[in-house]
């Protein structure tokens, strides 16, 4: 399939976010029909073209090849607590039934109220905390000691506390460690392996699935499979890689419940604590409710264009499509 071919299946499309999530209000995603099914390529707008191909390589993945087996039907999911009033953390729970394991995104300003507040609501409550590297080695020990004099256990691990592997890896906490940008954005494997508990595995960062499973069977410690706000069509990737685990373990994979709205008629949405493992069936009339405007069709087709051609060997192009 040449460029143009490509770009004639792709569909651009904005979904409104239920809550700000990291200042995105409107999802943007490019949509690629493929052989197999709809792929997802949709890096947010800051990524460099270097992690752009590798989201693009992984929607062609989707979109054109067999996802491994399933070992399951379903794929348990925590819910996804972000930045949010904590007048509201009620409602963005209840749109996650079922899931007691609750992920908060921390190193904002209400940090402790929130997180009391979900205890509030879950009592029984596990907490996974990710503060995507926002604190500096002080700020991580100081606030992470405080919680755990608070609720002890009740945190199950730590996500990605500090910017750098080193300043993860000089921290000393009564918490496990989960490295989630680290890996994302190269750092050596063996060196992660060194300093991570847990390590969070994205399908689309990583280059798609069989990437993700080549990484996953370098890294000597358990995983988590999770997603970046993406479209049932990009979930189901991750949700195909969570299933074909030997591990039935707790993913992020239950996002699309911050997404005002789906592409399919079998949204993958969270119940009884988990999502199910299904081929997803993308409602073209949703498509062309979400659809964006000439402009911003244009704008995703040129960062397609600079994607693909910087996809270095040809092979590697002519393998995905
Ligand atoms: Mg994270």
Not at 17 to 25: A, D, I
Not at 41 to 54: V, W
Not at 174 to 195: C, M, T, W, Y
Not at 214 to 235: F, H, W, Y
Request: aromatic share 6%; hydrophobic share 45%.
């Amino acid at each position: 399939m040449q460029l143009n071919e490509l770009l004639s299946r792709v569909e651009v499309i904005g979904i409104p976010t239920r809550t700000n999530f990291r200042g995105v209000r409107i999802r943007e995603i490019a949509l690629i029909k493929g052989e197999r099914r709809w792929g997802e390529f949709s890096p947010f707008a800051d990524y460099s073209t270097e992690r752009d191909a590798l989201w693009l390589q992984a929607a062609l993945e989707a979109a054109n090849q067999n996802f491994p087996k399933p070992l399951r039907n379903r794929v348990l999911v925590n819910a996804t607590l972000p930045e949010v009033a904590v007048e509201r953390i009620g409602e963005v729970l209840s749109w996650f039934p079922g899931s007691s394991t609750v992920k908060v995104k921390v190193g904002t300003a209400n940090d402790e109220e929130r997180i009391a507040e979900v205890f509030k609501i879950i009592p029984d409550a596990r907490l996974r905390l990710d503060a995507n590297g926002l604190f500096s080695i002080h700020q991580a020990q100081e606030f992470l000691l405080s919680l755990y004099n608070k609720y002890g256990h009740q945190i199950e691990y730590v996500e990605q506390p500090c910017a750098s592997l080193a300043e993860n890896g000089a921290l000393s906490l009564p918490f496990p460690i989960a490295i989630d940008e680290n890996l994302r954005l190269g750092d050596e494997i063996h060196e992660i392996n060194k300093v991570a508990d847990v390590v969070i595995v994205k399908v689309a960062p990583l280059g798609g699935i069989k990437r993700a499973l080549n990484v996953i069977a370098q890294l000597d410690k358990p995983v988590v499979i999770s997603s970046a706000l993406e479209s049932s069509a990009g979930l189901s990737a991750g949700v195909a890689l969570a299933a074909h685990l030997a591990e039935d373990v707790i993913c992020g994979l239950g996002t699309a419940a911050l997404l005002d709205g789906d592409i399919t008629k079998n949204s993958l949405l969270p119940l009884n604590g988990a999502v199910t493992v299904e081929e997803i069936d993308v409602d073209l009339e949703s498509v062309a409710r979400y659809r964006l405007p000439q402009e911003r069709i244009d704008w995703w087709h040129n960062r397609i264009t600079t994607a693909y051609k910087s996809i270095e060997s040809e092979n590697e192009r002519e393998e995905l499509i």
